[in-house]
């Protein structure tokens, strides 16, 4: 299989306004007899069905929670990016552009990547017009906050609820056109196959959770917008529901999946706690901008706080190891996620983790520093020009309660600690993944009329997503991209007509979603879903986690495998087909995750290089940073599905060209 | 912080078949529940138990455990979301019950949300008054005004914002004694109300929400204000007024 | 807006509730204004109050706006109840009050106690002073300056005759009646109008206008032997009904309005400083006369 990324030709500033001017129409009096699917209704999924309904298409939008609202975009927290350069410190699509790829370790495709900072800008106009309170400052402006990876202010924000205010604005819009009847919601829906017809796209296999009733849809195009796979780890700070199912079943159908092996582990969160963990929470990447990241600097310390003898803010400055400030003196403790993250693990690995759990794996975010400074500026604003260090401190946490309150409250309430007193308790955790189903320039996988945008696909953000550019990506796939690259493909099925869901395809692809969940429910085993979904966990994040290695990931592949055949005969399935069953909901998703799990192995096997997110530890240099290898894999690794055994895939390659980009290792110091 | 410690528990727990069917409250023990763990966490404990012995496990809604989606929905001893104020169910810990405690945990109570199972409600109606005018009608097109071309007082973005944080749970309705949605519909039209970008379409999206709202069958409001004590995100009672003001205003046009 | 929803919408209940319920706040400002007379005016004053709040047509107005509102705000309110209770079909099996007020979840239950009282207090006193022909008229007794006493009728300010002579036994005989009709030769030939009134059947003038004694019917309710203190526990109670049913309604009144700004505080604080004083100087009324001597 030759893998075409259609990216246009003609110089990089221009190919997708090339590109959207060639693309072919679909006249509005068509529009009515052309039916779309869209599986998901986060950022891209809602965003796509609005836009697809707006414009005159028959949408219909499945998501599995009870409502499009609640899809997993609604957590993300500290902002969106756009190349506004509202700030006036020298921002531009281009610095954006490179930021995000470099950001990416040089993996990511120059033309996606560029077209993604060209409609940006877009993105933060469409969502004020939509009513999204993003934040503002006195004189009535949108105010911006920087982000990791990126030296200027760029990022929009509303409070630390970016993600739920653009969802909700998205979810408006999706909602106005459900009113309008242009797109039919199916809520409590969950795609559970693709049907093909002819080698298209035709339309999928949906369960009606709440019934059990295995329903078939048609349309003339699907659009996947199922999110990312970190559950995959069973512990990230993905949604309990977020999984893989829709953009496995397709990659089963003959889609490719590229770079599984991407996976972003996020420095900041709260570690873990016990074994009756079922997620873990993120604290905003922002609060980076405020707090500085340290350990001690003497193991005893450590080995006191973690036994409760000594408190943080007992330990003096001087025994203190504000590592990422010490390590990347010009980007501090804004590096990029992925440095962040080693850089947390390598010093846990070496004894001074702070977190009294069983891996003592946990650092500092303090905030004490900040809480000074910005007391010092409120005051001075305020007329007060000798202020008294207690009104320092009380006006610096008024004013990381105005910026951060909501995560403050939300830690507290977790953890019991107070952070406004306190340090937090940070450990990274896997957030999101860069991996996913192989499109080409159109958003378009390898299977015709099947679609993929958002966290689904892979096509943005390389080895490693920079912050606040997860929702950028989304709403431009969305709102910007797929509506003219469906439209181009819809072009030639005007004369089609009303698709049959009798059809042999239909037939067939409706009786192996049943038989799968019968066998399920008949397999009488005796560990239930959650068993062998933690350990699978627990065998990706020891062996296919921060940090990874030939011998780990062989023993993973092979451990995943055995991990598969006792899952297939030993998971219980309580309840039955035709009602409202988690269970076996959880079942059939653990089922695409273990598959899925084995593929990120082989992946990360056959990658011998580190990049972003993926770190091999035989790839590194003297200073422990990753290395790459561009000349061996400078390329996207596409999968092919090749039968039940996930060892038979088979790897195809596109080749990465950077044509604008001087290609460099990167360097945040 | 106090180090965490095991607690051995009573669960008495509303258990449904299905939408038809008469549920009954069920009494369970559970031993040694981590006081760090969150009240889902419990949750899934019991069920693991539960599944272990091959019986059914208890059905609830949840999703992503960190207090936003608003999918989870417990009404625990009496009290939506449970004994403690500003947060969801998912965001509840087990540091807030004694060993011993017997937990009452009911579905939220609601004609407008009807039980589909167990602790699982249909909260549907929510979307269908967001789709009766919830939006501010702007299709997609690259060509919208510049973000900035409209000044927003920053006191209105603010409110604004707040309003907007509503997570659509329906703690509001569970906990009000009237099952009154006026806090959800309320936040809404505010966010709305107080943005330029909404003002327009005000007069319309106020009379509609408003109508589909009563259609649901949700009660009316009688200002108890426990709506605004048990909401999640601390919706203030001031977006029902704005609401009661914005719609007569719409009425006397 | 379509007509329907001036009363279907649940937003306009609230509102119908909250100026009827405002504007009966007003009328119990008033109200207990003239009850107050009772304790720090004199029984002519209280008397010729009533004269004037029986007959002067503003009031009359008033009077049946506040009517209509008494009978608006319950049925409103009962039909909101109604719709409150079909919306939760079943009940929670364990509740915590601990959210909001005891007054605010029982306002229902509240209003039915006053609208009880309410309708127990007309009959008891606005019937009887419009009704009754047996309410009493205000009478005075004087020196006949003949060491004896004589029954007199006190006439209003409108009245022809300053006062009215009454029989021996304190009554407008029909003896009497003849008597004057006889002594007159015919001229005046008497009789009694509209309870107050006596009225020359020859002329149709109007000879006398008396006061109704409110005064007086009001102190021997609560002064009877029987059933005195049963009326003042009774009357008591029902204020302090109303207390809870102004501590919510006051406030909430303005929240429904859609008042809830930087003087919501302030609208707070008098509305319970007036949900407890006007329902206490209320009270004291009937407790005064019960036990003044």
């Known amino acids: ?669 | ?253 | 807006m379509a007509k329907s929803a001036l009363l279907k919408s649940s937003i306009v209940k609230k509102y119908w509730m909250a100026l009827t319920g405002l504007f009966l706040c007003l009328f119990l400002a008033g109200h207990l204004a003239g009850n107050l007379q009772l304790i720090f005016g004199t029984s002519q004053q209280f008397n010729e109050y009533a004269l004037f709040m029986t007959t002067n047509p503003a009031v009359k107005l008033l009077s049946y706006v506040t009517y209509i509102s008494i009978i608006f705000h319950a049925i409103d309110g009962i039909m909101l109840t109604i719709q409150n209770k079909k919306a939760r079909p079943i009940g929670y099996a364990k509740t915590d009050g601990s959210s909001s007020s005891l007054a605010s979840r029982n306002m229902a239950v509240l209003g039915t106690v006053i609208l009880v009282f309410i309708a127990t207090h007309m009959v008891n006193f606005w019937a009887k002073m419009h009704f009754d022909k047996n309410m009493p008229l205000v009478q005075k007794e004087i020196d006949n300056g003949m060491g004896g006493k004589q029954i007199q009728l006190v006439g209003t300010k409108d009245s022809q005759m300053p006062f009215m002579q009454l029989d021996q036994t304190g009554k407008l005989s029909k003896e009497f009646f003849e008597m004057i009709k006889a002594q007159t030769q015919g001229q005046y030939d008497l009789e009694v109008q509209d309870m107050t009134k006596i009225v020359n059947k020859k002329t149709g003038e109007v000879v006398f206008i008396g006061y109704k004694d409110l005064h007086k019917l009001t102190v021997d309710f609560f002064k009877d032997a029987k059933y005195g203190l049963y009326f003042t526990i009774g009357y008591v109670l029902a204020m302090l009904a109303l207390a809870f049913h102004l501590w919510h309604g006051f406030q909430s009144a303005f929240q429904s309005l859609g008042v809830n700004n930087k003087f919501t505080p302030a609208i707070k604080f008098f509305g319970r400083a007036f949900a407890i004083i006007v329902p206490l100087l209320f009270a004291i009324i009937p407790v005064f006369l019960h036990l003044k001597k």
């Open chain 2, 1 to 253: 912080m106090s180090a965490a410690k095991n607690i051995n528990i009573n669960l008495k727990i509303w258990r449904q078949k299905n939408a038809s069917s008469k549920g009954s409250m069920e009494t369970y023990k559970l031993d040694n529940v981590s006081t760090a763990s969150s009240f889902l966490e419990m949750l899934d404990q019991l069920n693991e138990q539960l599944i272990n012995e091959k019986k059914e496990p208890v059905a609830f809604d949840h999703d992503c455990r960190e207090g936003i989606c608003g999918m989870c929905s417990l009404y625990i001893n009496g009290r939506a979301h449970g004994p403690d104020t500003g947060i969801t169910t998912c965001q509840l810990h087990m540091r807030m019950f004694n060993d011993g405690d017997t937990i009452y945990i009911e579905p939220w109570r609601s004609k407008a949300f009807p039980v589909i199972k167990d602790l699982v409600v249909d909260r549907s109606a929510f979307d269908r008054i967001q789709q009766a005018g919830g939006f501010v009608s702007v299709n997609t097109s690259g060509n919208t005004i510049d973000a900035n071309s409209i000044p927003v007082p920053k006191v209105d973005a603010d409110k604004a914002f707040e309003a907007a944080a509503c997570i659509g749970c329906g703690a509001c309705v569970a906990t009000c004694k009237n099952g009154s949605a006026m806090l959800f519909v309320g936040a809404k039209v505010s966010q709305y109300a107080l943005l330029p970008q909404g003002k327009v379409e005000a007069t319309q999206r106020v009379l509609n929400m408003v109508r589909q709202m009563d259609e649901e069958g949700f009660g009316n409001c009688t200002n108890t204000g426990a709506c605004e004590i048990e909401c999640p995100k601390g919706i203030s009672l001031e977006n029902i007024a704005r609401m009661n003001r914005e719609y007569l205003k719409a009425s006397l046009k």
């Open chain 1, 1 to 669: 299989m030759k893998l075409d990324s259609k990216i246009p030709a003609g110089p990089l500033k221009d190919k997708w306004t090339d590109h959207k001017n060639h693309l072919k129409l679909v006249a509005p009096n068509n529009r009515p007899k052309i039916d779309i699917i869209v599986v998901g209704t986060g950022l891209a999924g809602a965003s796509a069905a609005a836009s697809l309904g707006e414009m005159g298409y028959n949408v219909k939008a499945f998501c599995f929670q009870d409502s499009p609202r609640r899809a997993h975009s609604i957590a993300a927290q500290g902002g969106i990016n756009a190349a506004k350069n509202y700030q006036n410190d020298g921002d531009s699509i281009y610095r954006l552009f490179y930021d995000t790829i470099k950001g990416g370790d040089y993996r990511a495709r120059e033309a996606n990547v560029h077209r993604l900072a060209e409609v940006s800008g877009n993105i933060i106009d469409q969502c004020v017009a939509q009513g999204v309170p993003f934040a503002r400052e006195y004189g009535g402006m949108l105010d911006n906050r920087s982000f990791g990876g990126t030296q200027v202010q760029r990022t929009f924000y509303a409070a630390g609820q970016t993600g739920q205010q653009l969802l909700l604005g998205a979810y408006s819009a999706l909602s106005r056109q459900i009113g309008l009847g242009r797109v039919k919601m199916y809520n409590r829906h969950e795609m559970l196959d693709l049907v093909k017809v002819d080698g298209k796209a035709r339309g999928i296999i949906a369960r009606n959770l709440i019934t059990g009733e295995i329903e078939r849809h048609s349309a003339h195009a699907v659009v996947i917008a199922s999110g990312g796979y970190g559950n995959v780890y069973f512990l990230s700070t993905n949604a309990m529901g977020s999984n893989v199912t829709a953009g496995w079943k397709i990659h089963k159908q003959g889609a490719l999946f590229a770079n599984p092996c991407y996976v972003q582990i996020h420095p900041t969160c709260i570690p873990v706690h016990g074994t009756n963990q079922s997620k873990l929470t993120l604290m905003s990447e922002s609060l980076r901008n405020s707090g500085r990241i340290w350990v001690p600097k003497k193991k005893e310390d450590a080995e006191a706080i973690r036994a409760g003898k000594l408190k943080p803010t007992q330990i003096a400055e001087e025994d203190r190891d504000y590592y990422l400030e010490r390590k990347y003196p010009a980007f501090g403790n804004l590096v990029p996620r992925d440095v962040a993250s080693r850089a947390a693990k390598e010093v846990c690995d070496a004894g001074h983790g702070i977190e009294a759990n069983d891996t003592n794996e946990g650092v500092y975010l303090d905030f004490s520093t900040e809480i000074q400074t910005k007391g010092k500026q409120s005051a001075y604003a305020k007329g007060n020009h000798n202020p008294t260090p207690e009104e320092i401190t009380a006006l610096g946490k008024q004013w990381l309660e105005e910026k951060y309150g909501n995560l403050f409250t939300m830690y507290q309430k977790i953890t019991d600690e107070n952070p406004y007193e306190t340090p937090m308790k940070i450990y990274p955790a896997v957030h999101y993944t860069m991996g996913g189903v192989w499109v080409d320039y159109n958003l378009q996988s390898t299977i015709p009329g099947c679609f993929v945008a958002g966290e689904a696909n892979f096509s943005d953000h390389g080895a490693n997503r920079l912050g606040a550019s997860a929702l950028m990506q989304g709403l431009a796939d969305g709102y910007f991209v797929l509506p003219y690259t469906i439209s181009n493909y819809l072009a030639d099925e005007i004369r089609t007509g009303k698709i049959s869901t009798d059809s042999p395809e239909f037939i067939e692809a409706e009786a192996r979603v049943k038989d799968s969940i019968s066998k399920f429910l008949n397999n009488n085993g005796t560990k239930s879903v959650d068993y062998f979904h933690k350990k699978l966990g627990l065998i990706m994040w020891n062996k296919v986690g921060m940090g990874r290695n030939e011998a780990g990931l062989k023993e993973a592949i092979a451990e995943i495998a055995q991990l598969k055949e006792d899952f297939y005969k030993d998971v219980y399935v309580p309840g039955s087909a035709d009602e409202l069953n988690p269970e076996l909901e959880k079942v059939l998703r653990v089922a695409d995750f273990i598959e899925l799990g084995q593929l990120m192995a082989m992946d990360a096997l056959q990658r011998k290089e580190s990049c972003g997110g993926h770190f091999r530890e035989e790839y590194q240099d003297a200073e422990g940073e990753t290395l790459r290898d561009d000349e061996n894999f400078k390329f996207v690794g596409a999968w092919e599905y090749k039968g039940d055994d996930i060892n038979k895939e088979e790897l195809h390659k596109e080749e990465l060209k950077y044509e604008e980009i001087k290609i460099a290792a990167r360097n945040y110091k």
